[in-house]
């Protein structure tokens, strides 16, 4: 027998591997095995606009390859299921051509992340950050939907990534030398091509006073520029590099005590 939900407690992680529970942590497992219909759930809580979706709009994203009759068929059924696993009232319609969630129903991590933005609050949107949107949910057959995917990851994760580089410019601003080779260490593994990622750790961890771990940063970001891109670094990162090199102690020990003023 399905477990039913109470209808205001769904949780729903899109950003990392999906995950679905209710309030008191039970599993949806029947929900997330079958990717197709986790996929279009994660599609009506977090595809823009917000709100109500069309049926021919989710139709086209995930029965391409069936005729209209057969498709609709299919997402009525689909919905059906959706129904019955997350409770009754979580799935609204209107007008009976577009679908949607009601409002206050579902906790949605993407949703959350976006909110936290949009207030200002950096720290609480980065924590909200699981990882790529779905990741590791693949669909067969879907292009428009694989479209979509791959174009909310990389807007989803451009946004984690200005939310770090702005805590790390915060933090170098203010001193905190520590807490600023934190979020500039986490943007870097974000976006690792990046020359302003690589600058600002590499200032960060000389201003926390450990030049070792700034060239170590410098040599591993050419290392993958080069094998990943064929590329070289860019001037600004290697002319630092160079200072760094010039001014190192001569026995390379770490100066980990400015490390403590934070």
């Known amino acids: 027998m399905a477990h039913r939900a109470d209808r205001s407690l769904i949780e729903l ?7 679905l529970r209710t309030a ?3 599993e949806l497992r029947a ?7 986790l996929a279009l759930f994660a599609y009506l809580a977090v595809g823009r606009p917000h709100g109500f979706h069309r049926r021919d709009t989710l139709v086209s994203l995930f029965w391409p390859e069936l005729d209209q009759e057969h498709a609709r068929g299919a997402l009525r059924q689909a919905l059906r299921f959706l129904r019955r696993e997350l409770g009754e009232g979580v799935l609204v319609t209107r007008n009976d051509e577009a679908v ?3 409002e206050g129903t579902v906790l949605c991590d993407a949703t959350e992340f976006e909110l936290a933005l949009e207030e200002g609050d950096r720290k609480r949107a980065v924590e909200r950050y699981g990882g790529p949107l779905l990741e590791g949910l693949f669909l067969r057959d879907t292009p428009e939907f694989e479209w979509w995917q791959e174009t909310e990851r990389e807007r989803l994760a451009r946004r984690y990534g200005e939310a770090l580089e702005a805590l790390a410019g915060a933090a170098t601003d203010g001193g905190d030398h520590r807490q600023a080779v934190e979020w500039w260490r986490r943007f870097a593994t974000v976006d690792r091509y990046s020359s302003r ?3 600002g750790l590499m200032f960060a961890l000389e201003a926390a006073g450990d030049r070792a771990a700034a060239l170590q940063h410098a040599q591993a970001y050419a290392a993958c520029l080069k094998e990943d891109l064929d590329a070289e670094p860019d001037p600004a990162v290697t002319a630092l590099a160079k200072r760094l090199r010039r001014e190192q102690p001569p026995n390379g020990m770490v100066v980990a005590a400015a490390l403590d003023r934070g």
């Open 31 to 37: 929900i997330l095995s079958q990717p197709k219909r």
């Open 24 to 26: 008191d942590g039970h």
């Open 100 to 102: 949607g969630l009601a």
């Open 197 to 199: 990622a690589a600058l």
């Open 13 to 19: 992680r899109v950003l990392g591997p999906p995950d």
